[in-house]
């Protein structure tokens, strides 16, 4: 069962309806969209060719996203901050059965990812921080590169424990501030863009983790290329409400 929400939903031989674990869902957190008017600019700009540009960086993400994401047959999975839609894509080759979803705050990049999937992922417009799925209806959450520009990183990680059912994982990929150039781009990024970001340590991010609720939180570091320094954290939801 799908939340109350503006999110636009492609067409799909599945829908969120057969994803749900639950009854009503409560009513959807508040998020400041205003903040987010610089990313939605830019991701509109960049969306034709972003898949161009950052598809080496993009490869070695998912690679290391789904190397941490055990999946039964039947799985259902929801890719928060899709993007263009490539995890999905690969996870669609490698596991065809695997029940798949995503969301992204760009309507560009949607558009992309629906191309390129068709009707293999129910895919949806929104925020990390206002899911619009039903409690417990997905068995792995994952996200990618996207958690330094969440604004509000608690209360979106609580959306994602909120749908994942007991026992289910959550895999989180992104920017490690361990690394001296990540924290050196972060500064850099500060100055020249116009919305605020934030990049975690390891420790941070498990931190930020257990204080949403997860259990068995485990944070691997790791450089993608000179440049780029990255972690994988991988948690699981407990049975606890």
Not at 200 to 213: K, P, Q, V
Request: proline residues 5%; positive net charge; hydrophobic residues 45%.
């Amino acid at each position: 069962m799908t939340r109350a929400s503006s999110a636009e939903q492609s067409s799909t031989k599945s829908s969120p309806e057969s994803m749900s674990a639950s009854g009503e869902p409560r009513p959807a957190p508040a998020v400041d969209r205003q903040a987010y008017a610089f990313l939605l600019a830019e991701y509109a700009r960049l969306a034709p060719r972003y898949d161009r540009r950052w598809r080496t960086y993009t490869e070695r993400c998912v690679e290391r996203t789904l190397a941490h994401l055990g999946l039964g047959p039947g799985a259902s999975v929801l890719d928060v901050a899709c993007g263009t839609g490539a995890l999905l894509e690969s996870l669609a080759q490698r596991a065809p059965a695997v029940r798949l979803a995503g969301i992204d705050l760009s309507p560009e990049m949607v558009a992309i990812a629906r191309g390129r999937l068709g009707g293999q992922a129910i895919l949806v417009r929104g925020y990390a921080e206002c899911l619009p799925f039903a409690d417990e209806c997905f068995d792995a959450v994952v996200s990618t590169s996207a958690l330094h520009f969440v604004r509000q990183p608690l209360a979106a990680l609580h959306e994602m424990r909120r749908v994942l059912r007991p026992g289910g994982s959550l895999v989180v990929t992104d920017w490690c501030r361990d690394f001296a150039t990540s924290r050196l781009r972060e500064q850099l990024l500060r100055r020249l863009c116009a919305t605020p970001l934030r990049t975690y340590s390891a420790a941070e991010c498990a931190a930020l983790m257990e204080r949403a609720g997860f259990a068995d939180v485990r944070v691997a570091r790791y450089k993608i290329n000179w440049l780029w320094g990255a972690m994988t954290a991988r948690a699981v939801r407990s049975g606890k409400a």
